[in-house]
């Protein structure tokens, strides 16, 4: 309960003046009835930006710096930065770096004690003085076989994995975008991937090597790969010289590593936890062919193919865990090329034949990312080819199946067809698995910048891989620039500068009443999530067509934005945007509809990651209706800068904060 876990008097004091229960009832939507908290998922972070910090580090000038007893004891001294300060300040203690600890009152939104600190630090004698923020440990998965996932844990531990975790605190994904594997299909019955997939396509075209009983359809399910000897017996032109084998379920456990179903107390982690997978079967009985794979590519991105249904979700990543001996086929570059001009990443395993990887396609094609497999020593893998050829190495296993040194990723017992919803998981090595890591890293890495070009994604990652361990059997000139590390390319790309797709005519919606305006681009929300960068710490799809259960229609057009409508919810909207010279105030409508009290959820307007604006978000403030909120910008007239609409809520008592038609005016 609220006053059990954050000592407020006076909240308590309202509390029971309110005559609320202790068991206070879960905010209900505008309706009456319960909000919804469970819509699809469209951008997750991990620890939240918007935290509560009780503590403010101060340090004086070196000529001004008080003893601590001597500061702990001069009433004065407190007094006066309390004064300065607006709030009652206390003493709490000495640190390193000749600095003090000070105590506030009570917690408050750390934005709140960066205007506090910034008043402190203003005093003359004052070097500096910052909130003292607090930190959290890094987003750590509560899958049960996560442990056994050696390959997504940083390389200063005794595993050269991934780094996964430091990358999940940014950003675990986006239902924006898709990563496409083209593979052997996937068993979409697998409870780790489940609801993981959206409609992909069979492109195998020969009904035997389909093993499905027929050629090209749209159902990309994995039937079985097993290869048997009356199939070597009855169609030696076909499988003459492949191997007698089991059915691999390659697919599955590709998919599985890419994305499979996170932090939902079963089975294993996947790398992107939100984005779905795209499913293209192209590999059938022990191979696929050239021509099939070409189309299954250009498909994935999006781009036509004669005969087939248009794809209606295209991928921004697209993993290529197959190939074989030979110079890069025209078909493979042409498809490539194409793909890579239309934006797509695409990403290749090196193959397992431990030579070097110029010889194997479609690793040699131009535009294309070429994965080698490293161990948890950080050496090369034995089986993993090598060469000019390769960009980077990313864990792959080694030791067989079975191993716990090999990737760990979800498979099927079935020895021939699939056991219908089998939560089963084996370890796999080879660079089909070390590939899937690198496509499930850019997919974070698009999730957090979508503009990012295809060179820059491979520029990014390469500059930022972990370098090879001392003695390490790779090195820069036979594995790649390092080995993958998710953490740094995911900041790395975050960091980078976003670029904007203009959309003409901007729409002068509304020009009465403040000077006019222009809406920044796709303000009004009617394109959907494009140009927006969504992130919501419950999964929460917050652009959309529909406030249900709410009774709130959109301010204009059919579709608007809803932030909070869950509890402990850390969320926002954001873009890069130019406030205008000659209109630097950024207007919005919005809709307040709290069951909260007051000081608990709050709504910000952020520039470059500051709080310029916060709104209490409580009972008291709700609006009825949509209100238009004004805010002054001119401090940044003309620049280039991050804007960021967030809501912060705690764990009881709902918030919803609705906006709509976000732009610019020249007047307050």
């Avoid at 402990?568 to 919005?588: I, R, S, W």
Wanted: with cysteine.
């Amino acid at each position: 309960m609220r006053w059990e876990v954050v000592a407020r008097t006076l909240v308590a004091i309202y509390v029971s003046l309110s005559g609320l229960s202790q068991s206070a009832p879960r905010a209900l939507a505008q309706d009456g009835t319960e909000p919804d908290a469970a819509a699809q998922p469209e951008v997750s972070v991990g620890a939240a930006p918007l935290s509560f910090t009780d503590q403010i580090i101060v340090k004086y000038r070196e000529n001004a710096q008080p003893e601590a007893a001597a500061f702990a004891a001069e009433g004065d001294r407190l007094q006066a930065l309390s004064a300065a300060a607006g709030v009652s300040l206390s003493y709490f203690r000495e640190m390193s770096g000749e600095a003090h600890v000070l105590r506030l009152p009570q917690a408050l939104p750390e934005s709140e004690v960066a205007v506090i600190a910034k008043r402190l630090a203003a005093l003359p004698e004052v070097e500096y003085a910052e909130a003292d923020r607090r930190n959290y440990p890094l987003l750590v998965p509560d899958d049960p076989r996560y442990s056994e996932q050696w390959h997504y844990v940083s390389p200063i531990t005794n595993s050269y994995g991934a780094n996964l975790p430091g990358a999940w605190d940014i950003i675990t994904g986006s239902v924006n975008l898709r990563v496409a594997v083209l593979d052997s299909g996937i068993l979409f019955d697998h409870p780790d991937l489940l609801n993981r997939t959206v409609a992909g396509y069979d492109f195998v075209s020969d009904s035997i090597v389909a093993n499905d009983g027929d050629g090209r359809d749209a159902n990309a399910a994995d039937p079985g790969d097993w290869v048997s000897n009356s199939d070597k017996t009855n169609h030696p032109g076909l499988f003459g010289t492949c191997p007698v084998e089991d059915s691999t379920w390659h697919g599955t456990h590709v998919a599985g590593t890419i994305g499979a179903a996170t932090n939902n107390s079963a089975g294993v982690a996947g790398i992107n936890w939100v984005s779905p997978i795209l499913p293209v079967r192209v590999l059938g009985k022990c191979f696929g062919y050239t021509s099939d794979i070409a189309d299954g590519i250009r498909w994935a991105a999006g781009l036509a193919v004669t005969g087939v249904p248009a794809n209606p979700t295209p991928a921004r990543v697209i993993n290529l865990s197959l190939g074989g001996s030979g110079a890069c086929d025209a078909t493979y570059q042409s498809a490539i090329d194409a793909v890579v001009a239309a934006g797509s990443v695409v990403v290749v395993a090196a193959g397992n034949s431990g030579s070097d990887a110029s010889g194997f396609r479609p690793a040699n094609c131009n535009n294309v990312i070429t994965v080698a497999a490293t161990n948890r020593d950080g050496n090369r893998a034995s089986y993993s080819n090598f060469g000019s050829t390769v960009e980077i190495s990313a864990p792959g296993g080694q030791g067989g199946t079975g191993s716990a040194n090999a990737v760990l990723s979800t498979l099927n017992q079935g020895t021939t067809t699939p056991v219908p919803n089998n939560a089963f998981y084996e370890f796999y090595n080879g660079t089909s698995m070390a590939a899937p890591h690198v496509a499930g890293v850019i997919s974070l890495m698009l999730s957090v910048n979508p503009s990012l070009t295809p060179a820059q994604v491979l520029s990014l990652i390469q500059a930022t891989a972990t370098a090879f361990p001392s003695g390490s059997t790779c090195n820069t000139s036979i594995c790649g620039s390092g080995i993958l590390n998710a953490a740094a390319a995911v900041q790395a790309a975050q960091n980078a500068p976003i670029l904007q797709r203009v959309y003409l005519p901007l729409i002068n919606r509304d020009a009465g009443g403040g000077g006019g305006g222009s809406l920044v681009p796709n303000g009004d929300f009617e394109q959907g999530a494009t140009i927006w960068i969504q992130s919501s710490s419950n999964g929460r799809q917050q652009i959309r067509n529909s406030f249900a259960p709410n009774s709130v229609t959109p301010y204009s057009g059919a579709w608007g934005a809803w932030l909070g409508g869950a509890l402990n919810e850390q969320g926002y909207l954001q873009q890069t945007v130019t406030v205008p010279a000659g209109a630097p105030y950024l207007y919005f409508y919005n809709w307040i509809g709290s069951a909260d009290l007051l000081g608990f959820d709050f709504g910000y307007v952020m520039i470059n990651g500051t709080p310029v604006s916060t709104v209490d978000l409580y009972s008291g403030a709700n609006t009825g209706g949509w209100v238009k909120r004004v805010t002054n910008l001119s401090a940044y007239a003309g620049q280039t800068v991050t804007l960021r609409i967030a809501i912060a809520t705690d764990d009881s008592l709902n918030s919803n904060w609705f906006i709509d038609d976000v732009g610019f005016q020249s007047t307050p």
